[in-house]
């Protein structure tokens, strides 16, 4: 529904008289123009309201999704929050809702393609008789088994998307990935490490 609309239905709940004329010329036509206006800016505010429940579809509230899930998380050097387009902060927070999971190769990977990114994560666990199979990759000392390393294929490239990006954002923005490295150095299982290494997988 439009202004007109809204303007029209109180028109014809006006009782009947010459008190009430209908006149597009009359006073009571700009009071029926005024509801209109009110009563559409009613209209418009609901359906805002309906998109600001999602954070996919949020906007005024982009703060407060942040703050309720305890975004931008804060890291040795900063925050990952810098750096980030409007609609990487809404991955950002899509990605947290959905965080639940267990902390196993394939997730983390998941994880990091749901924030933009490739990787590859390998592990180096030593050979143990008993254990080890043909085809295993072959590590160093026992305690290189608790090292995951995490190899970035690329940068993360950010683009100015219609619909989405606001007033002040980069038409382009080529980040490495230190909000990945904060991400994961905070879920990570404690006895892991993770090591990240920004040269092109083979």
Not at 115 to 132: F, K, Q, V
Request: hydrophobic letters at 35%; charged letters at 25%.
């Amino acid at each position: 529904m439009d202004q007109q609309d809204y303007t029209d239905l109180f028109k014809k709940l006006l009782p009947k008289g010459p008190a009430w004329s209908q006149s597009d010329q009359g006073t009571m036509n700009e009071i029926a123009q005024a509801v209109g206006d009110f009563f559409l800016y009613i209209h418009d505010r609901t359906e805002k309201a309906l998109r600001e429940m999602h954070p996919e579809t949020c906007d005024e509230t982009l703060l407060d999704w942040e703050k309720e899930f305890g975004l931008p998380e804060t890291c040795i050097h900063g925050n990952h929050a810098e750096g980030l387009t409007v609609a990487d902060r809404v991955q950002q927070i899509i990605a947290k809702i959905n965080r639940s999971f267990s902390p196993t190769i394939e997730n983390f990977a998941k994880l990091a393609q749901s924030l933009g990114y490739d990787i590859n994560i390998i592990t180096t666990p030593p050979a143990i008789c008993g254990l080890a199979r043909c085809g295993d990759r072959l590590g160093g000392t026992r305690s290189e088994s608790y090292y995951m390393i995490s190899i970035v294929d690329s940068t993360r490239i950010s683009y100015a998307r219609a619909g989405s990006a606001r007033c002040g954002d980069h038409l382009c923005t080529i980040t490495f990935a230190t909000d990945l490295e904060c991400l994961f150095n905070r879920i990570k299982q404690a006895h892991t490490i993770f090591k990240f290494s920004y040269l092109q997988g083979e």
